[in-house]
């Protein structure tokens, strides 16, 4: 478990507000006590906290990649279960690692494929990556929303973060209630309506939606959706599905 937290801006160089970033990830240090980390540009900041499971050096984050003159940083917390597929995929399209995580194979898929990249993974996760070249954030969380990822619009800020202290260290977001955050609290929780906080103006990303936040605007949208099919397979075949799905697990 990682946490990760950060902000985009286009009006204002917030590399100044280190200490401000700084306190939005050291809330989430219980999520990653091993190491922290730091990445700032004019326009966007990223915070890790990490806990170090695999590849010690060749894990740490933020992480950078360049390649063809394209360059992306990612802030990632998860577990990819088909990195290794993935690696061989990107392999065979000229891709060579200096490591053996799973965030380098995640942000090579990224610049191979864009932000189709969701698509191809399969995990639990909650990412944000950088396109330095587009200078847009992509915002991705796993299909059965595992892993937490909140955010909020000030303006021209956007903030995101894996819990919601973390986006309340900020100054610009407030602790406050409204009706809504209300009735999750009383009439729903402890569960909570996908896609809503609990404070003013503070969302979760939905399970299985990825977000893109450019100059133009915020949009988010599925890449996965669970879907009922009628059974057609006969009894062997089932069986044998079961059995690999079982296995695969």
């Known amino acids: 478990m990682c ?4 902000w985009v801006d286009w009006g204002v160089d917030r590399r100044h507000e280190l200490p401000v970033l700084a306190a939005m990830g050291e809330t989430l240090a219980c999520r990653g006590p091993d190491e922290r980390g730091v990445w700032q540009s ?3 900041s990223f915070y890790h906290r990490r806990l170090v499971v695999i590849d010690p050096e060749g894990g740490k984050q933020p992480m950078r990649l360049a390649r ?30 200096s ?15 864009g932000p189709a990249c969701v698509e191809k993974l399969n995990g639990i996760f909650a990412f944000a990556i950088w396109d330095e070249a587009e200078q847009r954030l992509l915002l991705a969380r796993d299909r059965l929303g595992v892993k937490p990822l909140f955010y909020a619009r000030r303006g021209r800020l956007f903030l995101f973060a894996s819990e919601l202290k973390a986006l309340l260290a900020h100054p610009a977001v407030r602790p406050e209630i409204d009706a809504e ?34 100059r133009d605007g915020v949009r988010a949208y599925p890449y996965w959706r669970l879907e009922s099919r009628p059974h057609t397979d006969d009894r062997a075949t089932t069986v044998r599905t079961v059995r690999e799905l079982v296995q695969d697990a």
């Open 68 to 97: 063809g003159g394209r360059g992306a940083v990612i802030n990632y917390n998860g577990e990819l279960y088909n990195t290794e597929d993935l690696r061989a995929e990107l392999r065979a399209h000229g891709w060579t690692f």
């Open 181 to 214: 955050g209300l009735a999750e609290i009383v009439a729903i929780g402890p569960a909570r309506t996908p896609g809503h906080g609990v404070f003013r103006d503070v969302r979760e990303l939905k399970p299985g939606h990825a977000m893109l936040v450019g």
């Open 42 to 44: 004019p326009a966007c």
């Open 3 to 6: 946490g990760i937290a950060g």
């Open 99 to 113: 490591g053996h995580s799973d965030t380098e194979v995640l942000l090579a898929s990224y610049l191979e494929w």
